[in-house]
């Protein structure tokens, strides 16, 4: 195909490829949409995936996906309490998601993924199974070549801009800045997260459960109206190693292996056998992406492929939101000059995006300790929290913190 076969931009609008059919691309593209570009949305998985863990939104998500148009999603938090639990099924109260200072609503995963789809304009063209596998860029534009999957088949099309949202090993990053061992960090923990069909056995269906061991750790969230989802979290020095094990015995049966062996009991024993029969689940482990620069001409990052916060944050899909929401909002204020969009765009993200990263590792340490001293510390610092909670003018103060405020504010006025 030469030059002049190629479908071009048309001179009303210009044309905006989307790598990734998450949370980030899909309100990417509407929000492209809304200043004026045509977006096309690649997906390299043969259908939207609809599946669910918890997540939390904080304020600055809620006020992109309202400006976005994100429709429907709701807290679903509830107001029963969580149980620090052990394996023969002792219990005690424990802090949970839902006395968080700050106000995140509790959802699943699901729900802003849906909510992002349906805000899609209806004549969106969305093409499952494909993939970009060369990335060209000159001073007018971006050809792209596109493989589908479903039909073997490989086109080659040309963009004025390029968006990356494909996730943490994304191929738009890899195709443009480079490897992706020169752009993940690591923690050092793998996780699993799925939802549930029902409440697991001695929990009421609202109520949520910890169970947390030097190096490992079991999480039960709970919804005030869904079934509850389930987190596996543990330590590893060799995270290739855990994927091979895993791609060789199964998710479920690796899990058994790493919580054995002695007894899992009742709860852990109860999530595995529905993990067993999951049709979709995460396993993954825990990285940073860092990027020196966010945008490449005329290519740009957005969401887990950029920066991602990791799930210990608790910042994925609000970050992906004010991210998508920015883009948009720079785009429309500089409509000539993409270079100094990208630039504003980026300029006025890193601080608060930073701000996200360098929470993760000190919240691993609420989802899982890596040492018997650091779970008693652990449990220490959660024995005082638990009495500053009583005092709502303590949780006030701790909302109006530099770290909770940038999660409530509305970065695309900071």
Same mark, same amino acid.
């Given at each position: 195909?030469?030059?002049?076969? #190629?479908?071009?931009?048309?001179?009303?609008?210009?044309?905006?490829?989307?790598?990734?059919?998450?949370?980030?691309?899909?309100?990417?593209?509407?929000?492209?949409?809304?200043?004026?570009?045509?977006?096309?949305?690649?997906?390299?998985?043969?259908?939207?995936?609809?599946?669910?863990? !918890? #997540?939390?939104?904080?304020?600055?998500?809620?006020?992109?996906?309202?400006?976005?148009?994100?429709?429907?999603?709701?807290?679903?938090?509830?107001?029963?309490?969580? &149980?620090?639990?052990?394996?023969?099924?002792?219990?005690?109260?424990?802090?949970?998601?839902?006395?968080?200072?700050?106000?995140? +609503?509790?959802?699943?995963?699901?729900?802003? @993924?849906?909510?992002?789809? *349906?805000?899609?304009?209806?004549?969106?063209?969305?093409?499952?199974?494909?993939?970009?596998?060369?990335?060209?860029?000159?001073?007018?534009?971006?050809?792209?070549?596109?493989?589908?999957?479903?039909?073997?088949?490989?086109?080659?099309?040309?963009?004025?801009?390029?968006?990356?949202?494909?996730?943490?090993?994304?191929?738009?990053?890899?195709?443009? +800045?480079?490897?992706?061992?020169?752009?993940? &960090?690591?923690?050092?923990?793998? #996780?699993?997260?799925?939802? !549930?069909?029902?409440?697991?056995?001695?929990?009421?269906?609202?109520?949520?459960?910890?169970?947390?061991?030097?190096?490992?750790? %079991? +999480?039960? %969230?709970?919804?005030?109206?869904?079934?509850?989802?389930?987190?596996?979290?543990?330590?590893?020095?060799?995270?290739?190693? @855990?994927?091979?094990?895993?791609?060789?015995?199964?998710?479920?049966?690796?899990?058994?292996? !790493?919580?054995?062996? *002695?007894?899992?009991?009742?709860?852990?024993?109860?999530?595995?056998?529905?993990? *067993?029969?999951?049709?979709?689940? !995460? %396993?993954?482990?825990? *990285? &940073?992406?860092?990027?020196?620069?966010?945008?490449?001409?005329?290519?740009?990052?957005?969401?887990?492929?950029?920066?991602?916060?990791?799930?210990?944050?608790?910042?994925?899909?609000?970050?992906?939101?004010?991210?998508?929401?920015?883009?948009?909002?720079?785009?429309?204020?500089?409509?000539?000059?993409?270079?100094?969009?990208?630039?504003? +765009?980026?300029?006025?993200?890193?601080?608060?995006?930073?701000?996200?990263? @360098?929470?993760?590792?000190?919240?691993?340490?609420?989802?899982?300790?890596?040492?018997?001293?650091?779970?008693?510390?652990?449990?220490?610092?959660?024995?005082?929290?638990?009495?500053?909670?009583?005092?709502?003018?303590?949780?006030?103060?701790?909302?109006?913190?530099?770290?909770?405020?940038?999660?409530?504010?509305?970065?695309?006025?900071?």
């Amino acid at each position: 195909m030469t030059s002049s076969d #190629i479908p071009r931009p048309t001179a009303v609008r210009r044309r905006a490829l989307v790598v990734g059919a998450g949370i980030s691309g899909l309100s990417a593209a509407t929000a492209l949409h809304t200043a004026g570009w045509d977006p096309v949305i690649v997906e390299r998985s043969e259908a939207r995936r609809r599946g669910g863990y !918890l #997540i939390a939104m904080y304020g600055c998500g809620r006020i992109a996906a309202e400006r976005i148009g994100l429709r429907g999603i709701r807290n679903r938090i509830t107001a029963s309490g969580t &149980h620090q639990v052990d394996r023969q099924g002792r219990r005690r109260p424990a802090l949970g998601f839902q006395d968080l200072p700050g106000g995140p +609503w509790m959802m699943l995963r699901g729900d802003v @993924e849906r909510a992002a789809f *349906e805000a899609l304009p209806d004549d969106t063209d969305l093409r499952f199974a494909t993939s970009p596998t060369a990335i060209d860029q000159d001073a007018d534009g971006v050809t792209v070549t596109l493989h589908d999957t479903r039909n073997d088949r490989t086109t080659t099309e040309r963009f004025d801009l390029v968006v990356g949202a494909d996730g943490l090993r994304s191929t738009v990053r890899k195709l443009v +800045w480079g490897p992706h061992e020169d752009h993940l &960090h690591p923690l050092g923990f793998m #996780i699993t997260a799925f939802e !549930l069909p029902e409440a697991l056995p001695g929990l009421a269906s609202q109520d949520g459960a910890i169970l947390s061991e030097p190096g490992r750790s %079991f +999480w039960v %969230f709970p919804f005030a109206d869904h079934p509850p989802t389930v987190l596996f979290s543990y330590q590893t020095d060799d995270v290739a190693a @855990e994927r091979a094990r895993a791609k060789q015995v199964g998710v479920a049966a690796r899990l058994r292996e !790493l919580y054995g062996p *002695e007894p899992l009991g009742d709860l852990m024993e109860a999530a595995l056998q529905h993990l *067993e029969r999951a049709d979709e689940f !995460l %396993f993954d482990s825990v *990285e &940073h992406a860092r990027v020196d620069r966010w945008h490449q001409g005329r290519v740009v990052l957005v969401g887990d492929s950029a920066w991602c916060p990791t799930l210990y944050s608790g910042m994925g899909a609000t970050s992906g939101l004010a991210g998508a929401d920015l883009l948009g909002l720079m785009l429309r204020r500089h409509p000539d000059d993409l270079e100094t969009a990208l630039t504003e +765009w980026e300029r006025k993200l890193r601080p608060a995006i930073a701000d996200f990263q @360098e929470s993760a590792y000190p919240m691993r340490r609420i989802f899982t300790q890596t040492s018997a001293q650091e779970q008693r510390r652990h449990n220490r610092t959660l024995g005082i929290r638990k009495l500053m909670f009583r005092f709502p003018p303590l949780i006030r103060l701790l909302s109006q913190t530099k770290h909770f405020r940038l999660r409530n504010s509305d970065l695309a006025a900071a």
